[in-house]
């Protein structure tokens, strides 16, 4: 399939949403990988990590780059050759980036009910009982998790806690927006999030903000 969804979010940055329904092979057609990234995913056993690395690949190409204009540094985060910030995410059967000239997060999530069995760890659960049902309350942590995850691969500091150091403001799911705030070595940096869902999964971005 062609590319999912783009989203504008200014001049500078897209979010590109990539459902992944080919074949790793058809995936790999025409796709130049560098000799460190053909090792990895020739070492991938799953064969739905393997397609999602390579239609993050299609993704780059989206938007004129190519597997070799794409670096990871010692920690695993992504960056790009030319200065622009990236960040990458997949899950099951979609994948998306984020790229803009400030740093940015992005995650894609499954709604699961499994997340009800994890949510302790990760989110003060209570805060959200008031929720009607249990369909509610899966989306609800699921976009919680995702907000977690995008800005923690925009922090990208070792130690930091979802459960202690991150925490996102309540939010109505009509807004499709929310703000959160990460407390960590003495310092509170606030982030805006925005979140979107489709197909039983979720995707939520954020970008750092011009002081």
């Known amino acids: 399939m062609p590319l999912y969804k783009r989203i504008t979010i200014n ?7 990539w459902k992944i ?6 995936l790999s057609k025409g796709m130049e990988l ?3 990234c053909r090792e990895r995913v020739d070492g991938m ?4 990590h393997r397609r999602g690395f390579m239609s993050v ?7 004129g780059y190519q597997d070799s204009d794409l670096y990871y540094d010692e920690a695993g985060k992504p960056h790009l050759k030319d200065g622009r ?6 899950s099951f059967s979609f994948s998306g980036i984020i790229l803009s000239d400030r740093e940015v997060g992005i995650d894609i999530e499954k709604q699961r009910e499994k997340i009800l069995l994890i949510a302790r760890k990760f989110t003060p659960i209570e805060e959200y009982r008031t929720l009607a049902n249990n369909d509610a309350l899966v989306r609800k942590l699921t976009i919680v998790w995702g907000a977690k995850e995008a800005v923690y691969k925009l922090y990208a500091q070792p130690k930091v806690s979802f459960l202690q150091h991150i925490n996102i403001t309540d939010f109505d799911f009509e ?3 929310t703000t959160g705030k990460i407390t960590f070595n003495g310092e509170t940096n606030w982030f805006e999030f925005e979140f979107l869902e489709f197909e039983g999964f979720t995707c939520v971005y954020t970008l750092r903000q011009i002081s």
């Open 11 to 17: 001049h500078a940055t897209k979010v590109l949403i």
């Open 21 to 26: 329904e080919e074949p790793f092979e058809e």
């Open 34 to 36: 560098t000799p460190l």
């Open 45 to 48: 056993k799953s064969d739905i």
């Open 57 to 63: 690949r299609h993704l780059l190409a989206q938007e």
């Open 85 to 90: 910030y990236i960040s990458i995410t997949h």
């Open 175 to 177: 807004d499709q927006k």
